[in-house]
């Protein structure tokens, strides 16, 4: 009888290429906790944000302006999701669901690739990691593009529907803050 072999517990590496095959996590597709919003008042956390607060948006043409938020999600997304932490050349940065929508394209943060150009700076980095937090947020403002700067990113709405970006249904339950 041989000695018993010690296994060590390696966690998972999770690359876009799976994600792409469909390991998705809980299905949340917002913002991280902590994610700063452009409103009237500053750049505020996307959980300290109540509805009908003004936040800076874009119309279709990219002229901004201010527009009260309609609506705000907070979704639990339990503790095995994902976020794509995404790292621009002008040192912006964010953590977002990988299926977070881009603004006036049909494409998500997972699809922005290292030297990409997004929001006129490079792509530098896009790394999948785990998520810490068991809630995502999203909030749409009113107006005709549904976009918001997060952490000076400009960004689609999750919760916003247009016949070019339609809302898909996440599997997670939702928790709307009225």
Request: a positive charge; proline letters at 4%.
């Amino acid at each position: 009888m041989g000695k018993p072999v010690k296994k060590r517990y390696q966690k998972p590496k999770i690359t876009v290429q799976k994600l792409r095959s469909g390991i998705w996590g809980a299905g949340g597709r917002c913002l991280a906790l902590g994610t700063k919003i452009s409103s009237l008042k500053g750049r505020i956390a996307v959980e300290r944000l109540k509805k009908n607060d003004l936040v800076w948006t874009v119309d279709a043409r990219g002229n901004k302006m201010l527009q009260p938020i309609i609506r705000i999600k907070k979704t639990y997304v339990g503790n095995s999701h994902i976020i794509c932490s995404l790292f621009l050349s002008d040192k912006r940065q964010i953590s977002v669901s990988p299926l977070h929508p881009l603004f006036s394209e049909q494409s998500a943060v997972k699809d922005l690739k290292k030297g990409d150009i997004y929001n006129d700076a490079m792509v530098i980095k896009n790394e999948i990691q785990f998520y810490r937090s068991f809630y995502t947020f999203d909030i749409l403002p009113a107006g005709e593009s549904g976009a918001y700067f997060a952490n000076g990113i400009l960004l689609g709405s999750t919760l916003f529907r247009s016949r070019h970006q339609p809302c898909e249904k996440s599997s997670a339950p939702d928790y709307f803050v009225q």
